[in-house]
């Protein structure tokens, strides 16, 4: 008769999951009960004594059978996203959990659940290589941080594994598409297997792998799996031989997140298409060497924004024909001429760009302040990457920094640069209506240089666009930039926006823009950065005609 204990334990167990399973040793199984025949497409009768691993596909079985092997005594398997192959409905992916028990005891305690996978999870599921199942490169690069920055949350150290598989490419061309589609499908689920969580497994090409595995992962098993099977399908019989090497994730002088954020974006970069010749000796030392270097960037970076050793300087904008000064743009400047571009660039990918751009601002307003004590602040507009814009705590970070001096906001303007996609429009939208209402004006910088300039007008609410400079450096040029040049201005001036053209170099452009409508220009024929304001509101006569230059 059932005991109370036992009740409690079975209602216990189907809180978590939908079905629950024990095998032998052998993996037959001997106890199953919960949502069998909707997740399986058996009955309680039929799975019985039947191998666990036949409740999945070939290409899945290589992944189950490898992250089970992995579990000694009294150790629990991390949740698993699988897929089984029964009857009818058994289609969909689930989630696979296995707790070991003493030595003694050498049985499997599963859990089968259905899974429930966010929009973010079901969209990365539909992006994996339709062949091996596995991560594409840039996915594999993003997830390899998470899934580093998860296990150590769990305790875990990791390593990342790079392989080739040697000898693959000299019996590739003799396969039939079958041949190859089921040989890829077996690899990927054992590269899976291999993975500390199951799932951070990656085709970086076409005999090259990555793996996130847990840092005392044994390799020759694989190796080993790997061999037989490519040997079972090679014609000649030879297969291929795994070749691989190992770093440790890096960790040290960096939190988890940052850690998670500098892997992501050095396996990224190595694995860019064309970076350089690739071996797997030249992509475990480059890609170490690149970890390394990463690592040194991001301490570099983060004492940079705690020490404010940054410099702005200021370039004027005016009013095209009169030259009339109407605002500043701030330009940062790194130390060690760092390139400030390369730099924002670096500080996005890594996430300290809203640290970046809060003490540039900081800045800023320390400027703004000392100008207003002798005489009217200027306007000066500061550069937001998208990034920091769709950040609900930078935004709460600025706000906080303008509070004080309210009366300084309707002298700074923002400039959403985009060297990063604006994902979410709606949700950029209603911040720059917050900032707007604060009293900052809103200019939208580089438009007409991608094909999200013009999505980009109809959806947010600004100020001032920018016009690319690629277009003022062609404007004396062919008809074709100055027909677009045109629709640019007519669409804005429809809409009331104030147009800004940059990189003015010389009077005929000037005059050329000032003819097509454009309003505003920036460039060195009105004066370089510079660290001081102008005097006056107007700027000097020699640079106005263009004689000197600094």
Known sequence: METQDQRRL???????????????????????????????????????????????PDSERGLVQGVLRRLNADSRLQPTLVRVAGEGPATAPVVLGCYRLEAADRHYYLTLSRARMSAGEEALAARRDAKSGLLNRDDFAKQVGEASKRARELGEDTKLRLVRLEGYEAFRGALTADEEGRLLAELGAM????????????RLGTDRYGILQASEAAEAVLDEQVAVLTRGIDPGGKGARVVGNSI??????????EAARVLAYAVARFAEPGRRPFTIQTLSDG??????????????????????????????????????????????????GQS????IGFAEQVGLIHDVDLTICQKVVDLMRMQAQVGSPPQIAVNL??????????????????????????????????????????????????LRHDGHAICLDDFGAGASSFPYVQALTVDYVKIDGAY?????????????????????????????????????????LLALGVQYGQGYLFGRPDQGFRAGPSVREAERRGTKRR
């Open 472 to 512: 003022v450096k062609r404007v004396l040029g062919a008809g074709r930039d100055e027909a677009i040049l045109k629709a640019m201005v007519h669409l804005c001036r429809e809409l009331g926006i104030g147009i800004v053209a940059e990189m003015i170099e010389t009077d005929a452009q000037e005059a050329k």
């Open 385 to 434: 990457s998208a990034v920091s814009l769709g950040s609900a705590s930078f935004i709460g970070a600025f706000r906080e920094l303008l509070a004080p001096h309210a009366a300084l906001r309707p002298y700074l303007l923002i400039e959403i640069t985009e060297s990063m996609k604006i994902v979410d429009l709606e949700a950029t939208e209603r911040v720059l209506q917050v």
């Open 287 to 336: 890609l170490r060497e690149l970890v390394a270097a990463t690592v040194a960037e991001t301490v570099r970076l983060k004492d940079t924004v705690a020490s404010r050793d940054m410099t702005i300087l200021l370039q004027p904008i005016v009013t095209l024909g009169s030259r009339v000064l109407h605002h500043y743009e701030a330009l940062v400047r790194f130390p060690g």
């Open 191 to 202: 590269m899976r297997g291999a993975a500390v969580d199951g799932r951070t497994a990656g």
């Open 10 to 56: 079975l209602a216990f167990s189907f809180a978590n999951a939908d079905m629950l399973v024990e095998t032998d040793e052998t993996m037959a199984v001997v106890y199953a009960c919960g949502a069998i025949h909707s997740l399986t497409g058996h009955t309680e009768s039929t799975i019985i004594g039947r191998n666990f691993l036949d409740l999945f």
């Open 340 to 343: 400030p571009a390369h730099t």
């Open 248 to 257: 440790a994730v890096p960790h040290n002088g960096l939190n988890e997140d």
